[in-house]
Antibody
Framework: QVQLQESGPGLVKPSETLSLTCSVSGGSLSSSSYYWDWIRQPPGKGLEWIGNIYYSGYADYNPSLKSRATISADPSKSQVSLRLSSVTAADTAVYYC???????????????????????WGKGTTVIVSS | EIVLTQSPGILSLSPGERATLSCWASQSLVSTYIAWYQQKPGQAPRLLIDGASSRAKGIPDRFSGSGSGSDFTLTISRLEPEDFAVYYCQQYGRSPRTFGQGTKVEIK
């Protein structure tokens, strides 16, 4: 049974870089069946997709983050990492590491492999951005 | 980006009643690229429904999903005490993946 555990500093200063690590147990990052996502949830608000990474190293991001996010994976350590630069108070949130299943999606006649429904979630880690 | 709008924002019902939650997409999805999640306070979301209508592993059959195109529905046939929570829809047909703002099902 796959388990995900997020870790990292709970407090980050404005303008600095937020760095989080997700440790994956019971499964392999090298599986072609899954993507590994980061989702965040500001206090009292809804869910926001940050991005994901595939075992090939291909990463996809939410444009709303204006290229501040970087997701990487280290299969030898079974870890997925998130770096978010130039943080502000608006980046205060619970950050979740999530596994999404790979599936084929069609758009305008083109079929591509993509991360789809999110079936395994970490417990989440709270990050506060404050000086 | 595909915007998902959920209604109602809050649904006040009693145990045993039927809950009907709606999710509208700003653009039609070619296929049933919709998932539903349940989130209880202090917990991570849990996958309920995949592909608009397929229950995830271990999900009771009182949960059902339907819909296509731009209009999707999550139905809880008879509310159990543990079903009072916030429910989110999510689309995975286009990047970026997006979520609805959530529907809170509360005890009346």
């Amino acid at each position: 049974q796959v388990q995900l555990q997020e870790s990292g500093p709970g407090l980050v200063k404005p303008s600095e870089t937020l760095s989080l690590t997700c440790s994956v147990s019971g499964g392999s990052l090298s599986s072609s069946s899954y993507y590994w996502d980061w989702i965040r949830q500001p206090p009292g608000k809804g869910l926001e997709w940050i991005g994901n990474i595939y075992y090939s190293g291909y990463a996809d991001y939410n444009p709303s983050l204006k290229s501040r996010a970087t997701i990487s994976a280290d299969p030898s350590k079974s870890q997925v990492s998130l770096r978010l630069s130039s943080v502000t108070a608006a980046d205060t949130a619970v950050y979740y590491c999530v596994r999404s299943r790979g599936c084929y999606v069609e758009y305008m006649g083109v079929v591509t492999l993509s991360g789809c429904s999110m079936d395994v979630w970490g417990k989440g880690t709270t990050v506060i951005v404050s000086s | 980006e595909i915007v998902l709008t959920q209604s109602p924002g809050i649904l006040s019902l009693s145990p045993g009643e039927r809950a009907t939650l709606s999710c509208w997409a700003s653009q039609s999805l070619v296929s049933t690229y919709i998932a539903w999640y349940q989130q209880k306070p202090g917990q991570a979301p849990r996958l309920l429904i995949d592909g608009a209508s397929s229950r995830a592993k271990g999900i009771p059959d009182r949960f059902s999903g339907s819909g296509s195109g731009s209009d999707f529905t999550l139905t809880i046939s008879r509310l159990e005490p543990e079903d009072f929570a916030v429910y989110y829809c999510q689309q995975y047909g286009r990047s970026p993946r997006t979520f609805g703002q959530g529907t809170k099902v509360e005890i009346k």
